[in-house]
């Protein structure tokens, strides 16, 4: 039995933020751009892994959410509290180069860890922290 990753989301705050961060800064393409009850999903992947999805979705992508937990989680996303995702790279110098070129905020310049990668890491517009990692061959 195989088991593959078809989709992991991110919570964002600003789709018109984050869309032109993941496609024009990331190079991601979108994949789909839909609303529903007041609420938006864009999904977003790498042209090298087409069976792999980002959806981009509100803080909370519950309609019958109370507003005191819509509030909870949009105050833990500004805080850059939840959990974005680790992309890989072939270059993680050049991609940290590209992304701080284009205005993403730096949290980690390229660094050597002890646990055999070379990674650096950046906040999207929403706070969230994203990672990029190189193997050390």
């Known amino acids: 039995m195989d088991i593959n990753l078809s989709q992991c989301f991110i919570a964002v705050d600003d789709h018109d933020k984050a869309l032109p961060f993941y496609r024009d800064v990331l190079g991601l393409e979108v994949r789909n751009d839909v609303g529903f009850e007041g609420m938006r999903w864009v999904t977003v992947g790498s042209p090298a892994q087409p069976d792999v999805n980002i959806?981009?979705?509100?803080?909370?992508?519950?309609?019958?959410?109370?507003?005191?937990?819509?509030?909870?989680?949009?105050?833990?996303?500004?805080?850059?509290?939840?959990?974005?995702?680790?992309?890989?790279?072939d270059d993680v110098d050049a991609t940290f180069e590209r992304i701080r070129a284009a205005g993403g905020e730096v949290l980690q310049e390229p660094l050597d860890q002890p646990y055999g990668v070379r990674d650096c890491a950046f906040r999207d517009p929403s706070g969230n922290m994203l990672r990029f990692t190189q193997s050390k061959k």
Request: glycine share 8%; proline share 9%.
């Open 55 to 89: 959806v981009l979705e509100p803080p909370l992508a519950d309609p019958g959410a109370s507003a005191a937990d819509r509030q909870a989680v949009a105050e833990l996303l500004a805080k850059g509290l939840l959990r974005g995702v680790i992309f890989a790279t």
